[in-house]
């Protein structure tokens, strides 16, 4: 079957670095995307991988190995609203559906 | 203007009755996507539009069906709403290219059966 893998919640302090790890075993595998949703409110891109390494985007940051099926986000100088959930999708195959994550709800403490 | 608009916003309604949600864009993106999502859980499809004249079932499409009036709109409909069909429902669009892929999303429509 297809599944991904990420933690439910992860806490951490404001200023701080955190890294959210999702693993993922699918049928087939074109990239990995990471989404923002604030509560209450419509999942926002914040990046996608089609290739190993990493993509920086100013605070945030990710990461793809396909050859461990594994990628994590990774945020810097935390903020408080970052406080929200990131979810990690898979695009399994050439018809650009999108598998998803339950998602990590990242709580910022001051 | 939001690209991507929902209407209604919050609804609530009863057993058994037809119910339609509406999704418009001026993103002029041919793929149209709904989802529901329910707490704590992630993003399920129920639809997929790649464009006019191409409509297909997602994960969970039994007891809801879709319409693509125009590339800008896709509705999604409830024939008969049963409670289990509670949910926060968002419209997105996409945008594929080879080195990206986005979607983007409408604010949602929170709706509850009872």
């Known amino acids: 079957g297809q599944s991904l893998e990420q933690p439910s919640e992860v806490t951490a302090v404001e200023g701080a670095i955190v890294q959210i790890n999702c693993t993922y075993q699918?049928?087939?595998?074109?990239?990995l995307s990471w989404y923002q949703q604030h509560d209450g409110g419509a999942p926002t891109f914040l990046s996608y991988?089609?290739l190993d390494g990493l993509e920086e985007t100013g605070r945030f940051s990710s990461f793809l190995s396909r050859s461990d099926s594994y990628g994590y986000l990774l945020l810097q100088e935390l903020q408080m609203k970052d406080s929200a959930s990131y979810f990690c999708?898979?695009?399994?195959?050439?018809?650009?559906?999108?598998?998803w994550g339950a998602g990590t709800k990242l709580i910022i403490k001051p | 203007d939001a690209d991507v608009t929902q209407t209604p916003r919050n609804r609530i309604t009863k057993t058994g009755k037809r119910i339609m949600l509406e999704c418009s864009q001026t993103k002029g993106h041919d793929r149209m996507y709904w989802y529901r999502q329910d707490p704590g859980l992630g993003l399920r499809l129920i639809y997929y539009?790649?464009?006019?004249?191409?409509?297909n079932k997602g994960e969970i499409s039994d007891g809801y069906s879709v319409s693509r009036q125009a590339q800008a709109k896709f509705s999604l409909s409830l024939e008969s709403a049963i409670p289990n069909q509670t949910a926060l429902y968002f419209c997105a669009t996409s945008d594929v290219t080879e080195y990206t892929d986005t979607q983007y999303f409408g604010p949602g429509t929170r709706l509850t059966v009872l």
């Open positions: 699918t049928s087939g595998f074109y990239g």
């Open positions: 991988n089609g």
């Open positions: 539009s790649f464009d006019v004249k191409d409509i």
């Open positions: 999708a898979v695009r399994e195959d050439s018809n650009y559906q999108l598998i």
